[in-house]
């Protein structure tokens, strides 16, 4: 049985974890704040896009641009989105073993020269150039500082290359926001733009609460739903679908696919920041949990070891009490 010394030195060592994780799962919520605030911000142009783009599909114009036309693939590239730090449960190994699957894939179908990847995060990138991967560049500011120009920087990168035959598809995998417990892994194609598959994508986030626990999460679902009235004020108002486009349908719709490429580029980055940070609080809220119940194990040791020393000292003046 350990002296009362060495319970004392771990108590002493596990209370300083416990503030150093308590610390951090507090920074990772007010962090995590300011990318649910990022992505309130972007949402209503994200949808007033989208709207557009669906009227004009509603109204049955053909239109083809060279953003969503396939063609055989011989060159994909991979852009990948991580952490630059650690200490966020599996969040870069879920990320890192989906890449190293989809790298494997393409290379055993079209060669490991012709599998691209553009890492977002220094997680990904150490792993990728360890694994010898073709890297293409290093992105790790954009996860510290996300931003729209840098993002539209790399969606033009990726266009010109995809417009000039470089390169004949573009693959994103990154984890989708759903709320603060529930991030979801994502792998989808950016190049060429599927735009029925992209319209009819999951837009359901919860972006006011930093919940974790999935049930309090349900109960305050169901209860904004029974006290929340119906709203119209902020829904879309309808476009006229009797459209006179300017120059042509086809001009048009060659702006704005781009401008579609750049939100699907940046959106993911927000959704993987703000999943990184929920991930991590969590992970911190689970490490201060498992302090707390290893505190209260070492204290009943510690007590028990006290008591049972005073009771062995109380034995020992008896006895030589008795004796003399």
């Known amino acids: 049985m350990p002296s009362l010394k060495e319970i004392k030195g771990r108590i002493a060592s596990v209370n300083s974890t416990r503030k150093i994780t308590s610390a951090m799962k ?4 007010s962090k995590l ?3 649910q605030v990022a992505i309130q911000n972007m949402l209503p142009y994200e949808t007033m896009l989208e709207h557009i783009l669906k009227s004009f599909l ?3 114009i053909e239109a083809k641009t060279i953003y969503d036309q396939e063609r055989p693939i011989k060159r994909v590239a991979l852009v990948v989105f991580s952490s630059n730090s650690s200490l966020c449960g599996g969040f870069n190994a879920n990320i890192i073993k989906v890449m190293m699957k989809a790298e ?4 055993n179908e079209l060669g490991k020269d012709n599998v691209e990847i553009y890492p977002v995060g220094r997680k990904v990138a150490e792993k990728a150039r360890k694994l010898g991967y073709n890297v293409k560049c290093d992105l790790a500011d954009l996860v510290d500082h996300p931003n729209v120009k840098q993002c539209i920087d790399l969606a033009m990168e990726l266009g010109e290359r995809f417009a000039n035959g470089e390169i004949d598809k573009v693959e994103l995998i990154y984890h989708h926001f759903k709320s603060a417990g529930s991030q979801i892994l994502t792998h989808k194609t950016f190049l060429p733009i599927d735009i029925e598959t992209e319209l009819q994508r999951d837009h359901e986030r ?3 609460s930093n919940v974790v626990t999935q049930q309090i999460q349900d109960y305050l679902k169901k ?4 006290k929340r009235p119906v709203s119209r004020e902020n829904e879309v108002a309808p476009l006229n679908d009797n459209f006179i486009v300017e120059p042509d349908v086809n001009t048009v719709l060659s702006q704005l696919i781009p401008k579609m490429a750049h939100l699907m580029l940046y959106t993911a980055l927000l959704d993987s920041v703000a999943s990184e940070h929920a991930a991590r609080m969590v992970a911190m809220q689970t490490a ?3 302090a707390d119940e290893l505190l209260r194990e070492l204290n009943l040791q510690y007590n028990k070891s006290r008591q049972q020393a005073i009771t062995s000292e109380l034995l020992d003046i008896v006895g030589g009490s008795i004796n003399n």
Do not use: F, G
């Open 288 to 290: 201060t949990d498992n």
């Open 206 to 208: 919860d972006l006011t």
């Open 104 to 107: 494997e894939a393409l290379s």
């Open 26 to 29: 507090m920074v990772a919520s």
């Open 33 to 35: 704040h300011h990318a």
């Open 223 to 226: 209860k904004s739903r029974i």
């Open 58 to 60: 509603a109204a049955e």
